[in-house]
């Protein structure tokens, strides 16, 4: 397993948020273009990349949120490589990188559909909170923050 840290437009990263794309209109139908509008990765400064065997399987993202906040995006994990730990190690890696930037807080934003993603980030502890920003009123919209 190999990590990069690169930037938003990094041609795995730009390659896997295309798939990720793809899995989010299926699954979140008419409000996915709701949600794309706000998920643009040329403006992207800090994103991650796995690889297993020179393969890019997974992928996230930060961006500034706040002074002193980061929030997480872009989280996917090819469907072949689902399963076998490599979310947690991206997750993982964007707290790293966010604190190394003076982060203290993280936020985020999931579907509720997203039931595999909701477990992450509870297991990492993450922790609900009312959703914020965009998603206010938004039924469909999780929303999370760990402090650190």
Partial sequence: ???????????????????????????????????????????????????????????????????????????????????????GKVLSELENWGKELGARRFVLETGKKQIEAIKLYEKSGFVRIPNYGQYIGIENSVCFEKNI
């Fill in 1 to 87: 397993m190999e990590i990069n840290r690169c930037t938003g437009i990094d041609p795995d990263f730009s390659g896997l948020v295309t798939l990720l794309d793809q899995y989010l209109a299926e699954k979140d139908g008419r409000e996915h273009d709701f949600y794309n509008q706000y998920n643009g990765i040329s403006e992207i400064k800090h994103a991650v990349v796995i690889y297993s065997e020179g393969i890019p399987v997974a992928c996230g993202a930060i961006k500034e949120f706040a002074p002193l906040e980061m929030e997480i995006k872009r989280m996917f994990t090819h469907p072949s490589f689902r399963g076998k730990g490599f979310a």
